[in-house]
């Protein structure tokens, strides 16, 4: 299959920190790929590079469906087709939930009104939110906020989506349902780059597991190879870390 | 009573009161084209300051800096007595439009920089990641939520520029006080002067109140 997104020696400094050392990464089309690692790993920054909401170094290239992302006019064209969730939602809090999930296509796709709205209370409906249609974000629960934030993005009918620790700002009691709704969109046909803490989750749902530390890639691999028998010796140590506590 | 004879004397009124209303109206007009321009050249110069390349950003810097510098009154009197040497000629009225316009923006462009940069980074990273154009990012994300910052200190700049309208009267330009000085002279009784005074009196104090009303009521609904 080909390469959908390809990262190839990427490199990024804030300063004199290095925060992502020749990162290389392949995802083929309507693939899963989680991304593990112990915070600061640069495993956020990587996936923000991949809509360029964080400049990266000039030597290293990073290309989505066959367009190289850099600044300039094609930037906007591949970030209409990369959907991307934040942890901390980012819903825009003026509008009501059912605005949020419009505007985008309303503005960048330009499409009739009326179907617009037919589509975004569908896509509210598809993460259990459709009642809750007229009102506006702070008048929601956080995992509310999140589904809410997933139908926005998916509303530009993505073929990338990237999940930024999805779950991280979520109450416990609400870490389930927004995984369950990251889970549905899981293989049907768009690709996920999800960087997520939930490992339960990422061995569930993910095609490859791929462990970061230090802004280094270090290992990758199916979930049962990478959770149940790691090579190195990092994501040993960082998977008994989290497993037994 | 001599003292009501001096400054509230009825008669004096009566006849010069068509000269303040005509005052009024000048003043008024100045005011509305002095706050509408200046919001706009604010609002641009604020994103110029923050988006503008090394350059712009630059010299609007200076620019803002400079024009909250110097008194409005010097800049008047140069717009209107030392530009003709240089043969660049304006009516009273669009000298004190300018000199309030120049002035009053620099002080705009501060109170839109402050509303934008109090607008949290994530909502211009999702405006950008979902492909929103700058223009879009602005209009339908950014500025509505930096109106609620800036809406009493704006309201507050617009207080002063119909404040600051009354400088206009020393380039001659027929505005209220202008009028009102003028009428004294003629009447050769002061109380037109207190006229226009409790006219400028009676239409800032309700702006002033609602500024404090509009600061009280957007300080408590900070979450």
Redesign the interface.
Known sequence: MENFIDIKCLNKHYGHFHALKDVSLQVSEGEVVCVIGPSGSGKSTLIRCI?M?EEFDPSSSIVVDNIPVKKGKSL??I??????V?Q?F?????LTVLDNVM??PK??RKANADELREKALSLLDKVGISAQADKYP?QLSGGQQQRVAIA??LA?EPKVLLFDEPTSALDPEMVGEVLDVIKSLAHTGVTMVVVTHEMGFARQVADRVVFMDGGEFVEAGEPAEIFDNPKEERTQKFLQAILNH | MEILDTFFNIDVLRRTWPLLVSGLGTTLSLSVVGIVASMIWGLLLALGRLYGNLPIRFLVGVYIDFFRSIPLLVLLIVIYYALPFVSVKFSPFTSAALALILVAGAYAAEIFRAGILAVPKGQFEASEALGLSYFSMMKDVVLPQAVKVVIPPLTNNSVNVLKDTALASVVAMPDLLKQATQAQSLAANPTPLIGAAIIYVLILWPLVVIVSRLETRFATEER
């Open positions: 809509n909401l906007r064209e970030r209409a087709e990369v959907g991307m934040f901390s980012n819903l825009f809090p003026h505007l985008a503005r960048v702070k926005r993005a530009m």
